[in-house]
């Protein structure tokens, strides 16, 4: 059975950090390109970062570029999000996913993801 669990969301100050893990089980992490993207309210779902399954490249959205970073130990099975000097505009809830291929897609689009996990950026 195939499953994605995110956790380490919370609420954070402005210019603080967290970071999201994302543990999988019932598939071979290595294989896959793994993401996040993150869907706030009244937004439309916006992706976040992929990295792919074969060299471990990675790629980060705009919006966040220079402020987050992502990373995979596939011998733990997980995926991280490091997000870094969060703004208010960061809050949503923030899903891991995988586009079950090995390289990443143009717009960080996934067909499976987990339940997501909240992060509430403000002073």
């Known amino acids: 059975q195939v499953q994605l669990v995110e956790s380490g969301g919370g609420w954070a100050e402005p210019g603080k950090s967290l970071r999201l893990s994302c543990t999988t089980s019932g598939f071979t992490l290595d294989h896959y390109a793994m993401g996040w993207f993150r869907q706030a309210p009244g937004k439309e779902r916006e992706g976040v970062s992929c990295?792919?399954?074969?060299?471990?490249?990675?790629y980060i959205g705009d919006s966040v570029r220079g402020r987050f970073t992502t990373s995979r130990d596939n011998a733990k099975n997980t995926v991280y999000l490091q997000l870094n000097n969060l703004k208010p505009e960061d809050t949503g809830v923030y899903y891991c996913g995988t586009n079950w291929a090995t390289i990443c897609g143009v717009d960080f689009e996934f067909d499976s993801w987990g339940q997501g996990t909240q992060v509430t950026v403000s002073s």
């Open positions: 990295i792919e399954g074969s060299d471990g490249r990675a």
